[in-house]
C-alpha cells in the first residue's frame, strides 16, 4: 500500500503564511511528479503547483510568486511554501503523486486526504 500524508493547514490571516507538507510511504520503487492540488466549496478541484522529479515546477497563475513547491526525493515529501495569502486562496489543499510501486508495475496516481486552509479577511 502507499500513502500519502498532509500536514500544516489551519487557519491564518490574510497576508500570513503557511507551509504544507505530503510525505509519501509504503510500497514504493519510484515516484514521478508530486503536486499540490485545491477544491473550495461548490469548485472542481484545481492545479496548484506540480513538481517533477528532476525537480522542474509548474504553478498556477493565481498563485505565482506567492506559492512555492519543493520535494526531497530522499524523504518522499513535497512542500508547498504558501505566502502573502488571500481569502479566495481558502480550500482543502490535496497532495497528490505519480508513484511506481515495482519496477514491473505501471505509474499510478495517489491522493492524501486533504488539508483545510482557511485564509480570514
Known amino acids: 500500500q502507499v500513502q500519502l500524508v498532509e500536514s500544516g493547514g489551519g487557519l491564518v490571516q490574510a497576508g500570513g503564511s503557511l507551509r504544507l507538507s505530503c510525505a509519501a510511504s509504503?510500497?514504493?520503487?519510484?515516484?514521478?511528479?508530486m503536486g499540490w492540488y485545491r477544491q473550495a466549496p461548490g469548485n472542481q478541484r484545481e492545479l496548484v503547483a506540480v513538481t517533477t522529479r528532476g525537480g522542474s515546477t509548474k504553478s498556477a497563475d493565481s498563485v505565482k510568486g506567492r506559492f512555492t513547491i519543493s520535494r526531497d526525493n530522499a524523504k518522499n515529501t513535497v512542500y508547498l511554501q504558501m505566502n502573502s495569502l488571500k481569502p479566495e486562496d481558502t480550500a482543502v489543499y490535496y497532495c497528490g503523486a505519480v508513484i511506481r510501486r515495482r519496477p514491473d508495475t505501471y505509474y499510478e496516481s495517489y491522493w492524501g486526504q486533504g488539508a483545510q486552509v482557511t485564509v480570514s479577511s
Open positions: 509504503g510500497s514504493i520503487f519510484v515516484i514521478n511528479d
